[in-house]
């Protein structure tokens, strides 16, 4: 390794030479392992046989001319040099091989990828073979097995089972072994208990030896008995009871567990808990405040009001009244705040553009407060009293308030006044009793009182030169010096660990410079294996720290330093410690700016520890002191000799810390005892660092060498936020993630979707849903979204599959789109999705004879308008079916928006009939209630308007009666039942009385009227109905028709989330005579997760959504309900105790507490997917890495292949956390993931198109996207904070819009280059050595715009930017909405010896079919450059071009352009091999019929020749893009928007012959 005195020069010069070694070595590898001669294995031969296939197939097609026609290996040069491999083709441009591994080794010699070698069926490794043992261990099989023990020789054995120690293969594979041969062929043998002074087995069993009723179970050895094999193990105390003394009347077995929880044990007993959770409404009037615009400051003013507020509460609350658990601010000034999907919308729509100054705001907040009790709990309203007391108590006192909330450190709040503090009596409480066993509960022990430390002496006594002593340290001038731990550390049993000699291991080597990070001051590398920590400072603050780059968690973490001191110069009076060496170990994901607490606090760098070791000295004493412990145990030592050379070691060796020293030319001496660590440290994975203490000496200097002894390979640590530090901060880059569990197989049964050709990915939910309809007859649901689909359910809800956009749509105007009707034929449903503007809209309905699966047009209101197919148009849009629950009756009855007119049907919806009603019908109807309890011959109708309700006999409605009049308030919903013996009949509605939810939700908010008794058919034709008005609130009543006792209330669609999504449950007590209504749901403040399933949305995103949409009840099950809005679809199986979340299952349930649902986990769809996905993208270093753009939550990870999905984007300290959408990615590495995106989500589609700055930004993460950083400077922005003044779109800010990223290692000293949505191209260059350093060098890094040659100087938007053929290529689209920028519009070539492109675009011929007065290109979305040079474009009919946008090809270069197939929407087009992929959206009607122009899922074989569609996939007018699945290219995904992802078989190839 060179040796330079500049820690700078040495990184020079050591590059280049590691960069020479790591070739040779690989080139040496291939040789040594492979062989250039192996015989072709049957995968090979298999591989050959089929690309022969492939090539004869296709050669016309690939236009060859060669002469021989041979196939061979040859280099493919398109797919450039990171990525090139070599293909057994016919190719007469490049040089062929015989070999696959002569082709890499001679075409991509040097390619540090190694991606061609990796693509051998046997890829060898990357490094030499190696001698001696291997670093693994295996069980040694041909030995007998008492005296068989574990063996690393090479070579291993195949298929057998390896370990990363030899004490873990120990312990798996010679578990039992009586001998205990493998444990004493250990280097360091433990005992079988290393921490106990008997001797224990690693299993329990029965103790025959003693009466069964007075006996249990052991682990004591040696056993009681000959043979192991003699009597059963189990693996704990527990489970040996539970079997071998299963009945146990005296259990004797189970109360000698360590902690025994049977009832009849002594001290156990059985006793009631009562816990009581009050939410508190409360107001405070604030007057004089500023209330601020930018998202971060609203975010901590809203931080500031609630800590505050949680501080005076407390301090009030007594031991009577609980403990407060949590403040929420609801809404300040009467703008709700949200907690939600983007940053701007967390503090939702304060809408001011500036800053304000209100002289009165109102805060409304909610207090939780929780009270548990086990005895003399008195009841509710003795809670509500307390509670009541104690939150006013500290709220009422207006000053004190006024004076926290000033003193809060908030700007915002320091010239507030409080005008006044009200607090709500009537709170909401919720109270359960849980009854427990355990033991009884007693007060604490008193804990004994605590010992001053011993003050040290001021001079040490002397000791023999070589032997430890506890002597105590000498007192520093001019004032003592305290301990700061216990002089006697407390007693234990000595450790059964390793000797004190150091054990020999070969994995034995010096740490360098590269592999540590550093902060503080005076850290220098003269050479790669010296570290230098120096000051000529006596400032606290002037001293440095070293640690590890990586962790290590090997049973035996073992490392050494050997430093050398020189020793300050002071004059004879002076007597000083010097500044002192702490080596240590501390947890995983420590970095160095956390370690720099100076002398005062070093308690606080030792908290932060697992582990340390100290030596000092003093200045004119000779001796050398030692100092060692962990979080429970300091020991310290000392020696009379002083050393400014010496050699320190600290080990964990089987969760116990040992300390050594060793003097120059002398053997490790071990310092005082062994030092076993805490339970919740064992097994954690640690770093290795050292540091000094500054002590006020003028100056210090330590070289430093360490050596690594043991401790396995290097692991990961996670990246974080840079930290406070007392020095400068930095964060270094360390490429690497956590290891993953496994993900958890599916527990759910998916044979109702398993004949479908493609799979639904994703995570579940995600978009707007509504129309929820459950059918009485079977287990079919339907629900829709507002992105144009309709999604069925064969198996209640448990799995969905969407409905071809060519049978049936669902319409986006969810507040009119009605759920699927049901009739008494169980297979023939009906629907119509329409808009209420039936003027302008042509709405047909439909009706399916399959269940939903195919779909035909039917008249229902008996419109004598037609569309352009002859389908009838509807005068009227229906609204609620209400078909009969007598099967097969044929009858069904529809109500339509706006009037009070019905239809009727007797044919299952065949064929309609107006009724002709009696009573003014141009009042909206509210509901009806079809009541057939009494049998055909005496079915009667309930229907209520606005304005009444009336009622008929079946057949008879010109005989309707009014039995209700509404006056001076209105209905807005009705529901009725009867029981199912029919005695008991219930009507209910919803008036629109607004002073039910007075000041906090609009005028749709009414009293619950009810309706409930024992009355017969007959009785009611000519009863006098009187309705009885409750004091609950809502507006949507729902029931079942066939249970008069329960009913369900919600808010309506304009409610806010904190009451929008409640559901209130009414059941009829028969003690009341009358409903009571009780609170069953709601999404926020958030549903306890017993109650509610949780999903990645809400989790990881938020539940902030407004009130329902629809909400349905199942019509013959009143247990069966649910309800959906913008984000969640919600249902309960049991009547509202228990919520599901259907559309996503938990894929992470079996690595996680109980199934706990937490978030940054990952889901499998459950096919209800609604999600906008743009691009899908596999990381090329590691294809299980898969990333997903996605509107509104940022993007999706997958681990797994594209199986199963996890939101991320790191957590909200994260910057890319607050974006809206991930617009693009590319990848550096295995671990290093560039992304860009920003907060104007759906781009191409609609105004999302036009000319946007936004607030976003280029982003990297090198954890695989655990956690997220930006990319080089921010520069100055010359926007306002709305980020929507596009006329702002220039400047050298990059917090703005991006679209597209390109990374090339190759170029530059890596270069990495971004598309803008209003500003053009920008990059940075020299990131492949600056990604070896720190966050903050990356991020002090400038971007240079390159914009030379692309178009104008002003608005310029870059979807595109690719490398294809070793060049660099760009798409510039037109300027929306202006399109002004026609001629500079197209495909960009990259000169980088210039830095300008070059516009590829000559003469764009007029295809024939297009209009003259149309033009051309107005808005490209996508272009690639295929294997042989074409240029591909595609471009969307926007701008009134109709029908003139396409797929375009060049095949010279740009010179010119011909369209070759029309195409209405794509919005991608990618060249995979000779297949072109053209993607977008296909125009469907409503009711399935294509509209104009054509589109959907096309691809091309030859050249572009003919094109064939994929219409097996349902989703053909969503479509945005598609990829092909790196693990096995027979298949792809498609990505959707508003539909998720789709993954299944890649459609055939079609070769048309001209």
Same mark, same amino acid.
């Given at each position: ?5 500049s ?17 040779f070595?690989f080139?040496?590898?291939i040789v040594?392992?492979?062989?250039a001669d192996?015989?072709p294995t ?7 046989e ?15 001319s ?7 290996? !040859? ?6 040099w990171?990525?090139?491999?070599c293909?057994?083709t ?10 696959e591994?002569?082709?890499c080794?001679s ?10 070698i990796s693509?051998l ?11 001696g043992g291997?670093n693994?261990y295996?069980?040694?099989y041909?030995t007998?097995?008492d005296q068989?023990?574990c ?7 195949? =298929?057998r ?9 120990c312990?798996?594979d010679?578990r ?10 250990l280097p360091s043998?433990?005992?079988l208990?290393p921490?106990?002074?008997?001797h224990?087995a690693e299993?329990?069993?029965? &103790? ?14 040696p056993l ?5 094999n ?6 704990t105390?527990?489970?040996?009871c ?10 004797t077995?189970v ?11 002594p ?9 009581t ?6 107001t405070? #009037?604030?007057?004089d405040?500023t209330?601020p ?9 809203v931080e ?8 005076i509460?407390?301090? #009030?609350?007594?031991?009577d009244?609980?403990t ?40 409304a907040?909610?207090m ?10 008195g $009841? ?14 500290g709220?009422?006192d ?5 004076h926290a ?10 010239t507030?006044?409080?005008?006044? &503090? ?7 409480i919720?109270?359960k009793?849980?009854t ?14 605590t010992q001053?430390?011993?003050?040290p ?16 340290e ?8 305290v301990?700061l731990?216990?002089s #006697? ?6 450790s ?26 005076g850290?220098s ?5 010296e ?5 000529e ?17 090997e049973?035996?973490v073992d490392?050494q330093?050997?430093?050398i001191?020189?020793s ?10 010097e500044?002192?060496?702490y080596i ?7 970095y160095p700016?956390?370690?720099?607490q ?11 520890t ?12 000779d001796?050398?002191?030692f #100092?060692?412990?962990?979080?429970? /145990?300091?020991?310290?030592s000392?020696?009379?000799?002083? !050393?400014l ?12 810390i040992y300390?050594?020293?060793k ?9 005082e ?18 540091r ?6 003028a ?6 060498r ?9 692991l ?8 406070t ?6 964060t ?5 993630t956590v290891s993953?569990?496994?993900v958890?197989p ?12 493609y799979?639904?990915?994703g995570?579940g ?18 629900v829709g979204?507002?992105m ?11 799995l969905?599959?969407?409905v071809?956009?060519?049978e049936?749509?669902y ?8 759920p699927?009707?049901?009739t008494?034929?169980?297979?023939i449903?009906?629907?119509?999705? %329409? ?15 399959d269940?939903?699966v ?12 037609q569309?352009s ?6 005068d ?7 078909g009969?629950l ?5 009858i069904i ?5 706006g009037s009070?007119? /019905? ?18 019908s ?6 009806l ?7 055909s011959a ?11 309700i009336?009622?008929?006999?079946e057949?008879?409605e ?8 509404s ?6 919903s009705f529901?009725g039942?009867?029981?199912e013996d029919?005695t008991?009949?219930?009507l ?5 009385n607004?002073?039910? %939810?007075?000041?906090?939700?609009d005028?749709?908010?009414?009293y ?30 729902e ?6 006792d329960r ?9 806010p989330?904190?009451t929008?999504t409640?559901v209130?449950v ?8 009358s ?14 997760s ?7 949305v809400g ?11 629809t ?13 959906s ?5 919600h ?16 894929a ?29 993208k ?7 890495y ?10 999706l ?7 199963t999905?996890e939101i991320?984007?790191g ?7 607050n ?5 693009d ?6 671990h ?7 907060n ?10 036009n ?5 976003? =930004? ?9 956690n997220w950083?930006?990319?080089?400077q921010?520069?100055?922005?010359n ?7 596009v ?13 597209a990223?390109?990374?090339d ?18 990059r940075?260059e020299?990131?492949n050595?600056?990604m070896?350093t720190?966050?903050?060098?990356m991020?002090d ?5 390159? $914009? ?13 930017i ?5 060049a660099?290529y ?6 929306a909405?202006?399109?002004n920028n026609?001629?500079?519009?197209? /495909?960009?070539l ?5 830095s ?5 675009k ?5 295809h024939p ?11 490209p979305t996508?272009?690639?450059?295929d ?10 009919e926007?701008?009134?071009n109709?029908l003139?946008?396409g797929?375009?090809?060049s095949t ?18 990618t ?6 992929y ?6 469907i009607?409503?009711i ?12 091309s074989d030859?050249g ?5 569609k994929?219409?097996?996939i349902p989703l ?6 598609v990829?092909?699945d ?7 995904f498609?990505?959707f ?10 459609p055939?190839?079609?070769?048309t012959?001209k």
């Amino acid at each position: 390794r060179p040796s330079s005195t500049s820690w700078t020069a040495s990184r020079a010069n050591y590059y280049p030479t590691m960069k020479i070694f790591t070739i040779f070595s690989f080139l040496v590898s291939i040789v040594d392992i492979t062989g250039a001669d192996a015989p072709p294995t049957s995968f090979e031969k298999a591989r050959e046989e089929y690309y022969k296939r492939i090539t004869l197939s296709n050669n016309n097609e690939r236009k060859l001319s060669c002469t021989t026609g041979a196939v061979a290996w !040859h280099p493919d040069y398109a797919a450039g040099w990171t990525s090139g491999y070599c293909r057994h083709t016919v190719d007469c441009d490049s040089p062929s091989y015989s070999t696959e591994l002569a082709c890499c080794k001679s075409a991509y010699a040097g390619q540090v990828s190694g991606y061609c070698i990796s693509m051998l069926p046997s890829p060898p490794t990357t490094s030499p073979t190696e001698t001696g043992g291997l670093n693994i261990y295996y069980a040694d099989y041909d030995t007998a097995w008492d005296q068989a023990y574990c063996i690393n020789t090479r070579p291993l054995p195949s =298929g057998r089972p390896t370990y990363s120690s030899m004490l873990a293969c120990c312990k798996a594979d010679y578990r039992g072994q009586i001998s205990g041969k493998c444990i004493s062929m250990l280097p360091s043998p433990p005992t079988l208990s290393p921490t106990n002074s008997e001797h224990e087995a690693e299993f329990w069993y029965p &103790v025959y030896e003693i009466p069964w009723d007075q006996s249990g179970c052991s682990n004591k050895l040696p056993l009681p008995y000959k043979n192991i094999n003699d009597r059963p193990r189990y693996s704990t105390q527990e489970s040996c009871c539970a079997s071998a003394y299963s009945g146990q009347v005296s259990m004797t077995c189970v109360c000698d567990l360590p902690s025994p929880t049977t009832l009849g044990c002594p001290g156990i007993i059985e006793y009631t808990v009562t816990t009581t959770t009050a939410t508190i409404s409360s107001t405070l #009037s604030l007057g004089d405040i500023t209330i601020p615009s930018d998202p971060t400051e609203k975010t901590a003013l809203v931080e500031s009001l609630e800590s505050t507020i949680m501080a005076i509460v407390m301090a #009030s609350l007594g031991a009577d009244a609980g403990t407060l658990l949590e403040i929420i601010i609801l809404s300040i000034g009467g703008q709700p705040v949200r907690r939600g999907l983007l940053l701007r919308r967390r503090l939702n729509d304060f809408h001011t553009q500036t800053r304000q100054t209100s002289r009165s705001n109102t805060i409304a907040f909610q207090m939780i407060v929780k009270h548990e009790c086990s005895k003399n709990c008195g $009841n509710s309203n003795t809670v509500r009293d307390a509670v009541y007391a104690g939150v006013s108590k500290g709220l009422s006192d207006t000053s004190a308030v006024q004076h926290a909330l000033q003193r809060s450190g908030n700007v915002h709040l320091q010239t507030g006044t409080v005008q006044g &503090v009200w607090v709500d009596q009537d709170m909401d409480i919720k109270r359960k009793t849980k009854t427990t066993v355990g033991p009884l509960r007693t007060s604490p022990p008193t804990p004994p009182p605590t010992q001053p430390p011993t003050q040290p002496p001021t001079a040490p006594p002397t000791s023999s030169p070589t032997a430890i002593s506890s002597t105590n340290e000498p007192s520093q001038q001019p004032s003592s010096q305290v301990s700061l731990y216990p002089s #006697s550390p407390p007693s234990y049993e000595p450790s059964f660990g390793p000797s004190y000699e150091p054990s020999s291991v070969p994995s034995t080597f010096d740490v360098i410079s590269d592999e540590w990070m550093f902060d503080g001051n005076g850290v220098s590398f003269p050479s790669e294996t010296e570290v230098v920590l120096q000051s000529e400072s006596n400032g606290n603050s002037q001293f440095g720290v070293a640690i590890t780059k990586h962790a290590f968690n090997e049973n035996d973490v073992d490392f050494q330093v050997d430093y050398i001191q020189t020793s300050s110069d002071y004059g004879s009076e002076d007597n000083w410690y010097e500044s002192q060496l702490y080596i240590f170990f501390a947890e995983e994901g420590t970095y160095p700016e956390t370690l720099l607490q100076t002398d005062n606090d070093i308690g606080k760098f030792l908290n932060l520890t697992v582990g340390y070791l100290k030596s000092k000295v003093f200045t004119t004493l000779d001796h050398t002191w030692f #100092s060692c412990g962990t979080a429970e /145990i300091s020991q310290s030592s000392s020696i009379s000799t002083k !050393h400014l050379e010496l050699g320190l070691r600290i080990r964990r060796f089987n969760n116990t810390i040992y300390t050594y020293y060793k003097v120059p030319d002398g053997e490790w001496e071990d310092i005082e005892e062994p030092m076993p660590l805490a339970q919740s440290m064992h097994d954690v994975p640690v770093q290795f660092g050292f540091r000094v203490k500054k002590e006020y000496n003028a100056h210090h200097n330590f070289s430093v060498r360490t050596t690594k002894i043991a401790g396995g390979p290097p692991l990961p640590i996670p990246t974080k936020a840079p930290t406070t530090s007392p020095t400068e901060t930095r964060t270094w880059i360390v490429p690497g993630t956590v290891s993953r569990d496994p993900v958890c197989p599916t527990t759910l049964d998916r044979s109702s979707v398993s004949s479908y050709s493609y799979e639904v990915r994703g995570i579940g939910g995600g978009g707007a849903m509504s129309g929820l309809s459950i059918s009485p007859w079977n287990s079919l649901w339907f629900v829709g979204t507002d992105m144009g689909t309709l999604f069925r359910s064969t198996d209640a809800g448990k799995l969905w599959y969407p409905v071809s956009h060519y049978e049936a749509k669902y319409h986006s105007r969810l507040i009119v789109s009605i759920p699927v009707g049901y009739t008494s034929n169980s297979s023939i449903v009906l629907h119509a999705s %329409c808009h209420e503007n039936v003027a302008d809209r042509n709405c047909v309905a439909q009706r399916s004879l399959d269940s939903g699966v195919t779909w035909s047009p039917i008249n229902i209101t008996g419109g004598t308008r037609q569309d352009s197919e002859g389908n009838p148009v509807l005068d009227e849009i229906p609204m609620s079916w209400y078909g009969s629950l007598t099967q097969n009756s044929g009858i069904i009855y529809c109500t339509v928006f706006g009037s009070g007119n /019905i239809y009727k049907s007797s044919d299952d919806g065949l064929n309609w009939t107006r009724l002709s009603l009696p009573f003014n019908s141009t009042n909206p109807a509210v509901g009806l209630y079809f009541d057939e309890s009494a049998g055909s011959a005496a079915r009667y109708i309930y229907f209520a308007t606005s304005r009444a309700i009336y009622m008929w006999k079946e057949g008879f409605e010109g005989d309707a009666r009014e039995v209700y009049v509404s006056d001076p308030n209105l209905l807005q919903s009705f529901a009725g039942a009867r029981t199912e013996d029919s005695t008991v009949l219930m009507l209910s509605f919803v008036d629109n009385n607004a002073t039910a %939810c007075e000041g906090d939700v609009d005028v749709t908010c009414g009293y619950v009227h009810t309706f409930h008794q024992t009355i017969d058919i007959a009785t009611a034709e000519n009863f006098n109905f009187s309705f009885t008005k409750t004091p609950q609130r809502g507006f949507r009543v729902e029931s079942s028709r066939t249970d008069s006792d329960r009913l369900y209330i919600t808010g309506a669609r304009g409610w806010p989330s904190s009451t929008g999504t409640k559901v209130w449950v009414g059941l009829y007590e028969n003690d009341q005579s009358s409903f009571v209504f009780t609170l069953k749901f709601q999404q926020y403040p958030l549903w306890d997760s017993d109650k509610l399933e949780y999903s990645a949305v809400g989790i990881d995103v938020g539940y902030w959504d407004g009130g329902y949409y629809t909400y349905a009840v199942k019509p013959n099950d009143s247990l069966v309900a649910g309800g959906s809005g913008n984000f969640f679809l919600h249902v309960t199986r049991n009547g509202g105790d228990n919520w599901q979340s259907p559309f996503t299952e938990y894929a992470d349930g079996c690595n996680t507490n109980n199934g706990e649902r937490v978030g940054g986990r990952r889901w499998r769809s459950t096919g209800l997917e609604m999600t906008s996905v743009r691009w899908l993208k596999f990381n090329p270093y590691h294809t299980d890495y898969a990333y997903a753009s996605v509107a509104d939550i940022r993007m999706l990870r997958s681990d797994d292949g594209g199986n199963t999905f996890e939101i991320t984007g790191g957590d909200n300290t994260d910057p890319l956390f607050n974006l809206n959408t991930v617009y693009d990615y590319d990848f550096a590495g295995v671990h290093t993931v560039f992304a860009v995106g920003g907060n104007f989500h759906d781009w191409p589609h609609g105004w999302y198109k036009n000319l946007r700055r936004g607030a976003g =930004g280029v982003f990297v993460s090198f954890n695989s996207g655990d956690n997220w950083h930006r990319v080089g400077q921010l520069g100055s922005s010359n926007c306002d904070d709305s980020f929507l003044n596009v006329d702002c779109a220039l400047g050298d800010d990059m917090v703005r819009q991006i679209l597209a990223v390109h990374w090339d290692e190759n170029v530059g000293g890596g270069t990495l280059y971004v598309g803008t949505q209003s500003a053009g191209v920008a990059r940075i260059e020299g990131l492949n050595d600056i990604m070896a350093t720190t966050i903050e060098q990356m991020q002090d890094l400038q971007w240079e715009w390159i $914009n030379d040659g692309l178009g104008t100087e002003i608005e310029r938007i870059i979807p595109e930017i690719k490398e294809r053929n070793g060049a660099l290529y760009c798409l510039l689209t037109g300027n929306a909405p202006h399109f002004n920028n026609n001629q500079y519009v197209g /495909i960009y070539l990259f000169d980088h010896s210039s830095s300008s492109w070059s516009l590829k675009k000559g003469t764009v011929n007029h295809h024939p079919s297009i209009g003259a007065e149309f033009g051309l290109w107005a808005y490209p979305t996508s272009f690639d450059v295929d294997q042989y040079g074409n240029l591909w474009l595609a471009d969307i009919e926007t701008n009134w071009n109709y029908l003139a946008s396409g797929i375009w090809k060049s095949t010279d270069n740009g010179e010119t352009f011909n369209r070759i197939q029309q195409f209405t929407h794509p919005y991608q087009i990618t060249c995979v091999g000779d297949r072109i992929y053209a993607s977008g959206a296909r125009s469907i009607s409503h009711i399935g019929n294509a509209g104009w122009g054509d589109g959907g899922a096309m691809y091309s074989d030859d050249g572009g020749a003919s094109w064939q569609k994929n219409e097996v996939i349902p989703l053909l007018s969503n479509l945005n893009s598609v990829v092909v699945d790196p693990a096995d290219d027979t298949k792809v995904f498609y990505t959707f928007f508003g539909g998720g992802m789709m993954w299944g078989p890649r459609p055939p190839i079609v070769i048309t012959r001209k």
